[in-house]
């Protein structure tokens, strides 16, 4: 069975679905840059400890998720968000 060339219209689309793609990946990876940077000089600015650095990070982080989840699965859902330690504390993780 002989294989089908492309059409000029079929890669034509290819072409742009990976050019597509490429703008997209550049435009996450400044968006990544851009906000590295600015964690970058916070830290170098307030000079914490590596443990205080840590905990307010997992802090966004489970405050991120928190608010993920309660888009995702609704306000009163009761998904939980467990700190990167593993350690559920006394802080309420279910979201409510």
């Not at 307010?56 to 009163?76: C, H, K, Y």
């Amino acid at each position: 069975m002989a294989k089908r060339s492309l059409s000029i219209a079929e890669r034509l689309l290819g072409r742009m679905g990976d050019e597509l793609e490429q703008e997209y990946r550049r435009e996450r990876r400044e968006a990544a840059e851009t906000l590295h940077n600015r964690f970058a000089e916070a830290i170098g600015e307030l000079r914490p400890s590596v443990e205080t650095l840590l905990y307010v990070l997992d802090m966004m982080r489970f405050d991120i998720l928190s608010q993920r989840n309660a888009e995702t699965f609704g306000p009163g859902s009761q998904v939980e968000v467990v700190p990167s330690d593993g350690k559920v504390s006394a802080i309420g993780l279910a979201v409510m």
